[in-house]
């Protein structure tokens, strides 16, 4: 009896490790990779700003990256990872920007211009930025997974042209 519980746990263990490992996995490149797709696709651009010390964050990725939001991703957008201290500078169409040290505690100035904030950033941050890499829209701090996806769709099809996310919203409920 002890043996079939043992094997039985192996595996369950091994289908979920499987699982685990055959999980899709966003397509991550940095600013610099992506500014080298700009005008060159007509995929807009999705950045997750991201602090390495921030639980949420850590949190957020396990959970909001499901497989049809990766899937999704990976299919329909640029997907851009951007550490908030990050160190380089960053040259842009929008100018040099570089990490501000200590007075904005090591933020870089990139990660204000994009969330469109002075001092408090709330992580993790969503930027969607259009095919030139334009700003699109910021979203700061937490959602969740089906949130995520309506961001998705919204941003991707153009709904913000003529209807907020929550008109968005409420369009496709019951859908």
């Known amino acids: 009896m002890k043996i079939k519980a043992i094997l039985l746990l192996l595996s369950l263990s091994s289908i979920g490790i499987l699982n685990f490992i055959n999980q899709p996995k966003v397509n991550w490149v940095s600013w610099q990779q992506a500014q080298a797709t700009e005008n060159t696709s007509d995929k807009k651009y999705f950045v997750w700003i991201y602090d390495d010390t921030c639980k949420e964050c850590k949190f957020n990725e396990k959970y909001i990256f499901t497989n049809q939001n990766v899937n999704y ?18 040259l842009t169409k929008g100018g040099n920007y570089q990490n501000l040290g200590g007075k904005y505690h090591d933020l870089h100035a990139l990660v204000l211009t994009l969330t469109q904030t ?13 095919e030139n890499m334009d700003l699109i829209a910021p979203i700061n701090g937490d959602t969740d997974a089906k949130e995520l ?15 907020n996310i929550n008109e968005y919203e409420n369009s496709i409920v019951g859908q």
């Open 149 to 163: 996806l309506n961001y998705l769709t919204f941003v991707k099809d153009d709904f913000f042209f003529y209807m």
């Open 118 to 130: 002075i001092h408090q950033v709330s992580f993790p941050a969503i930027v969607f930025l259009d």
């Open 73 to 90: 991703l990976n299919e329909n957008y640029h997907s851009i990872l951007f550490e908030a201290h990050e160190p380089n500078d960053i």
